[in-house]
């Protein structure tokens, strides 16, 4: 079971001192530029048919055209939602069951067979009765997207919880620090870089469902662009990827957020310290 | 402190990466899935003694009939977008279902299941449906009913239809009986496609097990035939042209020499909600018959729709065929062929009668 946790590593390990910034950034714009120009080559070259997948320069002046139009913004506005709130739902269920669940020996092992049984389902499996108990809208893809998210969360937080390093616990107790104030101030922090690693995950996961959820089972939002765009026919392929890579730049967009933040919030924990100190 | 994560390093975070989407969901379940959540969702209602009962979406439910007596009711309508919507589309943009009393919201959803479900859920309560998942549903006992037509029964030339079978270029195939051992694309197995495929072959003699069907999207059609993973495939418009023009044969619309004049498709509605708001669905019918007529009669204007609508450029709506004879009368000779095929091909078990299929007021 121990095979299933993910294991939290510092996010700021780099390579070099500070002066490599604008290099590192640079060949990241270069391997962009690169994958971009090769696309276009291949479409150029007939290697790859107009008419089953759009060219690089057909896509980028689709995906302009939808940023002038107000659909794109609203399907982004629609998708956003969906995985704010169930990511939330499932995010906060997670925390707060695993917690409990890792406290305490008896409960982690009653839980944890139906928890991993779960975990395995996918969510694709059961869109058909979210869609007959909720019909195409917010509520149903907030539920998958919840569903989604809690299975892995919760054991990554129980696993966080139980990893408790037994000095750091044993010093607690020997300066009377119980209950809840234990709790906050000792298992919490142990635990955080579990579940920030298992949040990391599960930001992309969320958004995967949400989209997943609106092509198949409908509800507005990129999911639903797509689905118009291919069921328009191959005149409208363009229109699609451009969708498609929006989708893909909100997944990068939101990791980015999401590394940020951890960064901020996580600092005071030896594995950020250290790499971050590695860092020079 | 560190020891406890070195312990476990080593085991690679892949493990815990699951999108939850591998596999497909496979519709055919899905629809028995929508038949015992429907009953579930009954027993329930009935247990908690109804109240509460009914779809949140419509106000005033019932009082809707007059056009333009001055109550709107709002209705929220699932559909599949395609280019067979135009007239539904128009009834919309041309605010026909406005003067009816009624203001729809449209969701667009992948597949008439999906529209099914959706309005056992209640949060829909018009949807689109094809023929064979209407009476799939209606022989597990989910009672759905025809309302009114998308845009007309289906045409009786294959002028004006727009699902063909074709064969690729070099399969070697050139009437019905050499699809005998090879792939045939279907968008759906147990769609009316996949069953006219069936019912052609049994006619033209060979055995209709020996046809491998093979459920594919139709935008992957044209390169599989291209690339000969499959030797057949029933393809709609716009995705033939590209088949076309890697040189597959059109080999027969199954649909023309099927169901000529056939429903095959059509707007639905609950059971329940037909009788509980009588006069809402009256008028959404009398909406669409009058937007069909209007369509056929203007045609340019309601392909303009499509532009809106779908991902299309106004010059490519105008270029779209619409699939109709704009006939709005619900074919029940057609729905009975379509469900004794069905029956015979082992979709269905029971076989409830077309009428019950099609809204009636006072029904």
């Known amino acids: 079971m121990a095979g299933a946790v993910v294991i939290p590593e510092g996010r700021f390990a780099r390579s070099g001192p500070g002066r490599d910034w604008a290099l590192r950034y640079g060949m990241r714009l270069a391997v962009l530029a690169a994958a971009l120009a090769l696309w276009q080559a291949l479409s150029e070259a007939g290697l790859i048919r107009g008419d089953e997948f759009p060219s690089m320069t057909a896509t980028v002046s689709a995906l302009g055209r939808q940023a002038a139009s107000a659909s794109l913004w609203a399907a982004v506005r629609d998708t956003l939602a969906g995985w704010a709130i169930g990511l939330a739902i499932g995010g906060g269920c997670a925390i707060v069951i695993g917690s409990l669940a890792g406290l305490s020996g008896f409960a982690y092992r009653s839980v944890i067979g139906v928890v991993e049984?779960?975990?395995?389902?996918?969510?694709?499996?059961?869109?058909?009765?979210?869609?007959?108990?909720?019909?195409?809208?917010?509520?149903?893809?907030?539920?998958?997207?919840?569903?989604?998210?809690?299975?892995?969360?919760?054991?990554?937080?129980?696993?966080?919880?139980?990893?408790?390093?037994?000095?750091?616990?044993?010093t607690a107790r020997a300066l009377r620090v119980r209950g809840a104030r234990e709790f906050l101030m000792v298992v919490l922090p142990s635990a955080?870089?579990?579940?920030?690693?298992?949040?990391?995950?599960?930001?992309?996961?969320?958004?995967?469902?949400?989209?997943?959820?609106?092509?198949?089972g409908g509800g507005s939002g990129i999911g639903a662009q797509i689905l118009l765009a291919e069921n328009s026919g191959p005149s409208a392929y363009p229109v699609m990827y451009a969708y498609i890579l929006v989708a893909g730049l909100l997944g990068v967009l939101l990791a980015g957020v999401f590394t940020l933040v951890e960064g901020r919030v996580m600092h005071w924990h030896e594995s950020y310290r250290m790499a971050a100190g590695h860092a020079g | 402190?560190?020891?406890?994560?070195?312990?476990?390093?080593?085991?690679?975070?892949?493990?815990?990466?699951?999108?939850?989407?591998?596999?497909?969901?496979?519709?055919?379940?899905?629809?028995?899935?929508?038949?015992?959540?429907?009953?579930?969702?009954?027993?329930?209602?009935?247990?908690?003694?109804?109240?509460?009962?009914?779809?949140?979406?419509?106000?005033?439910?019932?009082?809707?009939?007059?056009?333009?007596?001055?109550?709107?009711?709002?209705?929220?309508?699932?559909?599949?977008?395609?280019?067979?919507?135009?007239?539904?589309?128009?009834?919309?943009?041309?605010?026909?279902?406005?003067?009816?009393?009624?203001?729809?919201?449209?969701?667009?959803?992948?597949?008439?299941?999906?529209?099914?479900?959706?309005?056992?859920?209640?949060?829909?309560?018009?949807?689109?449906?094809?023929?064979?998942?209407?009476?799939?549903?209606?022989?597990?006992?989910?009672?759905?009913?025809?309302?009114?037509?998308?845009?007309?029964?289906?045409?009786?030339?294959?002028?004006?239809?727009?699902?063909?079978?074709?064969?690729?270029?070099?399969?070697?195939?050139?009437?019905?009986?050499?699809?005998?051992?090879?792939?045939?694309?279907?968008?759906?197995?147990?769609?009316?496609n996949s069953l006219a495929v069936e019912v052609l072959a049994k006619r033209a003699g060979i055995d209709p097990?020996?046809?491998?069907?093979?459920a594919m999207p139709f935008p992957q059609m044209p390169a599989a035939l291209a690339q000969g993973r499959v030797q057949a495939a029933v393809i709609v418009a716009p995705f033939i042209s590209t088949a076309l023009a890697e040189g597959a044969v059109p080999l027969i619309h199954p649909n023309v020499a099927l169901f000529p004049n056939g429903t095959v498709t059509c707007l639905d509605v609950m059971g329940s909600y037909a009788s509980a708001h009588a006069g809402v669905v009256a008028a959404f019918r009398a909406a669409m018959n009058e937007s069909i007529a209007y369509s056929q009669a203007h045609q340019s204007q309601a392909k303009a729709t499509l532009a809106s609508h779908l991902s299309l450029s106004p010059a490519q709506a105008q270029a779209q065929i619409l699939s109709t004879n704009w006939d709005t009368t619900l074919n029940p000779d057609s729905i009975t062929l379509i469900e004794g095929y069905m029956k015979e091909f082992g979709l269905i078990t029971s076989e409830p009668p077309a009428a019950s299929m099609i809204w009636t007021p006072g029904s």
């Open chain 1, 117 to 170: 049984f779960f975990k395995t389902i996918p969510v694709i499996a059961i869109l058909p009765i979210a869609l007959v108990l909720w019909g195409a809208t917010l509520t149903m893809k907030v539920a998958l997207v919840a569903f989604a998210v809690f299975w892995p969360l919760v054991i990554q937080v129980c696993y966080g919880v139980r990893s408790l390093d037994p000095i750091a616990r044993d």
């Open chain 1, 192 to 216: 955080a870089p579990f579940i920030a690693t298992g949040l990391r995950v599960s930001v992309a996961v969320a958004l995967i469902v949400d989209i997943v959820a609106e092509l198949i």
């Open chain 2, 1 to 192: 402190m560190s020891t406890h994560t070195q312990r476990r390093r080593g085991h690679g975070p892949s493990e815990h990466v699951r999108s939850g989407q591998r596999g497909t969901p496979s519709w055919r379940a899905a629809v028995g899935a929508v038949a015992v959540a429907v009953a579930l969702a009954a027993l329930l209602t009935a247990c908690g003694g109804g109240s509460s009962s009914g779809p949140p979406a419509a106000s005033s439910p019932g009082s809707a009939a007059g056009g333009g007596s001055g109550t709107v009711t709002n209705i929220t309508l699932g559909y599949v977008p395609y280019s067979d919507d135009a007239a539904l589309f128009y009834a919309q943009d041309g605010g026909i279902f406005r003067q009816h009393g009624l203001n729809v919201t449209f969701v667009a959803q992948a597949s008439p299941v999906a529209v099914e479900a959706s309005m056992a859920s209640g949060t829909e309560q018009f949807g689109f449906v094809t023929t064979p998942v209407l009476i799939n549903l209606n022989s597990k006992g989910v009672q759905v009913k025809c309302v009114s037509s998308v845009d007309g029964n289906e045409p009786s030339s294959d002028a004006n239809d727009s699902t063909v079978l074709v064969a690729a270029k070099g399969s070697g195939i050139t009437s019905i009986k050499d699809l005998a051992g090879k792939n045939v694309a279907e968008v759906q197995l147990t769609s009316l």
């Open chain 2, 209 to 214: 097990a020996s046809v491998h069907l093979i």
